[in-house]
């Protein structure tokens, strides 16, 4: 009883601690998170003119056409500033070309104000983003390049920490495997010893408090070696003078 219910505590205390200093240990160092933040939040504040300036064109375009090809754009009936329900088709090439383009820049926005702040697997995708035509032509190449460079080492950051952290687990789940055994392999030792030096009044007062208290060893940071050797010699001793004293 002893040695299950000490293994079972030392083997859940153990797992705490380690959880507890994994989860004190970021992913991201912070001078990564903050060159993303500013990066991000630069790029709302450039978005803003073009994204005003687009829906101006927008609601002045919406005059050239019947009223009913944008009615229930926004789901509830009446004209709504919503391109991504219109039939573009219906539009000209240039009317086309200005929806787009708000979309585009609308769902830029989206995506940097929805995906924040950033988690390990929710970092806004603008890989490429400097490459699009309508961000250099608005004159966002260079914001959106520094965007596109903090986001990737972001991801990269936390890909390598999240690897770390593996590691370090299946390192941990080894060497509980090995206290484990520590406790398994003392535990049937002491029972052949039991098998050998069996007497007609079973163990003494003795070896019943040596393996009551050894087993905390196994609560302590010493080598495996250690830790069965306390278990099982006193457990030895204990049984030989249990022998000599029948």
Known sequence: GAYVGIGRHDILARNAAFESALASQPLVT?????ALTLARDDMLVQLRNPIATAERQLKAMMKNYPAELFEG???RGGAALNPARWD????TASDRAL?????NFTNLRHS??????????GVPDVAGLSKEAWIKAAGLETNALRLEGTAAAYRTEASTGLARQAQLRASHHGQMWKQAGVLGGAFVTNMVIDAVLDNDKGPGWSTYLVDLA??????????????????TVPHLLTRLYDKVSE
């Open 73 to 75: 754009a926004n789901g």
């Open 88 to 91: 573009l088709s219906k539009l």
């Open 99 to 103: 929806a787009t383009k708000y979309l």
């Open 112 to 121: 940097l104000m929805g995906n924040w702040p950033p988690t390990i697997h």
């Open 214 to 231: 050894s087993p905390l060893i196994m609560l302590t940071n010493r080598r495996l070696g250690v830790k069965f050797a306390v278990m």
């Open 30 to 34: 912070r001078a990564t998170q903050s």
